[in-house]
């Protein structure tokens, strides 16, 4: 496995793109979504911590087609799906997974054996479970869609009526099995119509858990609206 590793070199390239960027030595990125950090780069990867809605991140490297990278912010540090990272000029965001295979923009580093062999050993673990894959946010992709209605002050898969608290009780106190999903549980993403959801006080939603996360889900389209830590 390999690593996409961002230079002063990849800045300047990107700068020339959209010139408003900062030239530094260390390249950073935002998150377009409250987004898990995990331990490996893969969905079912034990989880380090979460970043904020717009969080600033400093990009280690990524993977070379940008599908996670490695990434540090404050005390937390591990693997983000690069599908929700991006690099904001203004109003402009640029998604990291643009950035993939292109080589005025990236390096290509090797990735140590030890972290591709436990990520390899975790990913076929998680496999022998995964029965679908989450369906990324409509309207251009999970960044575009994220990003953009982040900008114009909307929230994709916000809920249209805040859950209750009854309604939050209910999921915590009543667990349910884990439901593995190729791709990362943000907001917004949509469960597969084939996989099983439970009923709640709120008829508005249903619930369910997915990679070890449990989400509430829009009643109507499958959309998760809210992650409960």
Same mark, same amino acid.
């Given at each position: 496995?390999?690593?996409?590793?961002?230079?002063?070199? *990849?800045?300047?390239?990107?700068?020339?793109?959209?010139? +408003?960027?900062?030239?530094?030595?260390?390249?950073?990125?935002?998150? =377009?979504? /409250?987004?898990?950090?995990?331990?490996?780069?893969?969905?079912?990867?034990?989880?380090?911590?979460?970043?904020?809605?717009?969080?600033?991140?400093?990009?280690?490297?990524?993977?070379?087609?940008?599908?996670?990278?490695?990434?540090?912010?404050?005390?937390?540090?591990?693997?983000? *799906?690069?599908?929700?990272?991006?690099? /904001?000029?203004?109003?402009?965001?640029?998604?990291?997974?643009?950035?993939?295979?292109?080589?005025? &923009?990236?390096?290509?580093?090797?990735?140590?054996?030890?972290?591709?062999?436990?990520?390899?050993?975790? !990913?076929?673990?998680?496999?022998?479970?995964?029965?679908?894959?989450?369906?990324?946010?409509? !309207?251009?992709?999970?960044?575009?869609?994220?990003?953009?209605?982040?900008?114009?002050?909307?929230?994709?898969? +916000?809920?249209?009526?805040?859950? $209750?608290?009854?309604?939050?009780?209910?999921?915590? $106190?009543?667990?349910? /099995?884990? &439901?593995?999903?190729? =791709?990362? &549980?943000?907001? =917004?993403?949509?469960?597969? $119509?084939?996989?099983?959801?439970?009923?709640?006080?709120?008829?508005?939603?249903?619930?369910?858990?997915?990679?070890?996360?449990? &989400?509430?889900?829009?009643?109507?389209? =499958?959309?998760?609206?809210?992650?409960?830590?």
């Amino acid at each position: 496995m390999k690593l996409t590793k961002f230079t002063v070199a *990849s800045v300047m390239a990107i700068s020339a793109a959209f010139p +408003a960027f900062a030239q530094t030595e260390t390249t950073t990125a935002k998150a =377009g979504t /409250e987004l898990t950090v995990r331990a490996e780069p893969t969905p079912f990867g034990a989880i380090n911590g979460v970043l904020e809605k717009d969080q600033d991140v400093t990009i280690d490297g990524c993977l070379a087609d940008v599908s996670w990278c490695k990434i540090s912010a404050g005390d937390t540090m591990g693997w983000a *799906s690069g599908q929700y990272l991006y690099v /904001e000029d203004n109003a402009n965001a640029v998604p990291l997974i643009d950035m993939a295979g292109n080589e005025e &923009v990236i390096t290509v580093i090797e990735q140590t054996e030890e972290t591709t062999t436990k990520t390899d050993q975790n !990913l076929a673990a998680a496999a022998t479970g995964t029965i679908g894959a989450l369906t990324a946010v409509a !309207l251009g992709g999970p960044v575009g869609a994220i990003v953009a209605s982040g900008i114009a002050g909307t929230a994709v898969g +916000a809920a249209a009526v805040e859950p $209750s608290e009854e309604t939050i009780t209910f999921v915590t $106190s009543n667990p349910v /099995e884990t &439901v593995y999903l190729d =791709g990362e &549980v943000v907001v =917004g993403a949509v469960i597969p $119509s084939e996989v099983t959801t439970y009923e709640l006080p709120q008829p508005e939603y249903r619930y369910l858990n997915v990679n070890g996360l449990p &989400v509430l889900v829009s009643a109507d389209n =499958g959309a998760i609206v809210r992650i409960i830590r």
